[in-house]
């Protein structure tokens, strides 16, 4: 299983990068689950910053992300590839623009994300059966983040 389409080529080996996760989505269990994991690290160290930084960095990497995914699926036969993790990244950082989480609250966000990841429910399996490209890997993984700020949302409104 390679992904690069000309292993001299540094742009392919950029986006390769980016689209695994710095390659953890390589990592043969539950790559999904890596990913996301690797998205909540860096999310922990992003909350503190000001809204407009993180919108910022939300930007870069949503660009970054379609970017590289894009780069990528233009040689592959897979549509959806599971190494592929910038999408589940992307889709965990919308939690950016909550901005007080606990520790409590994000590992909630991840088991939430990840529960509907994989079941998928609504528009999230709606974008992941319908859509195609660059859009169909990374709008069900969006569509996931955003139903999990609006669920810890509603949550911090109703018990605090």
Not at 2 to 28: D, H, Q
Not at 45 to 60: A, D, E, G, S, Y
């Given at each position: 299983?390679?992904?690069?389409?000309n292993?001299?080529?540094s742009?392919?080996?950029l986006?390769?990068?980016?689209?695994?996760?710095?390659?953890?989505g390589y990592?043969?269990?539950?790559?999904?689950?890596?990913?996301?994991?690797?998205?909540?690290?860096?999310?922990?160290?992003l909350?503190?910053?000001?809204l407009?930084?993180?919108?910022?960095?939300?930007?870069?990497?949503?660009?970054?992300?379609?970017?590289?995914?894009?780069s990528?699926l233009?040689?592959?036969?897979?549509?959806?590839?599971?190494?592929?993790?910038?999408?589940?990244?992307c889709g965990?950082?919308?939690?950016?623009f909550?901005?007080?989480?606990?520790?409590?609250?994000?590992?909630?966000?991840?088991?939430i994300?990840?529960?509907l990841?994989i079941f998928k429910p609504?528009?999230?399996?709606?974008?992941?059966?319908?859509l195609?490209?660059?859009?169909?890997?990374?709008?069900?993984?969006?569509?996931?983040?955003?139903?999990?700020?609006?669920?810890?949302?509603?949550?911090q409104?109703?018990?605090?």
């Amino acid at each position: 299983m390679t992904i690069f389409k000309n292993k001299n080529s540094s742009t392919w080996g950029l986006s390769a990068f980016i689209a695994t996760g710095f390659f953890t989505g390589y990592i043969p269990y539950a790559p999904g689950t890596l990913g996301s994991l690797l998205a909540l690290f860096f999310l922990y160290f992003l909350m503190p910053l000001t809204l407009t930084i993180k919108v910022l960095v939300f930007l870069c990497l949503l660009f970054l992300g379609f970017w590289s995914v894009s780069s990528l699926l233009s040689s592959l036969q897979e549509k959806d590839p599971s190494y592929i993790v910038i999408d589940e990244i992307c889709g965990l950082w919308v939690l950016l623009f909550i901005e007080d989480l606990s520790n409590i609250e994000l590992f909630l966000a991840f088991m939430i994300f990840r529960i509907l990841d994989i079941f998928k429910p609504g528009p999230i399996g709606w974008a992941d059966r319908n859509l195609t490209g660059a859009m169909g890997v990374m709008m069900d993984d969006l569509f996931a983040g955003v139903f999990t700020l609006l669920i810890i949302g509603l949550g911090q409104l109703l018990l605090f």
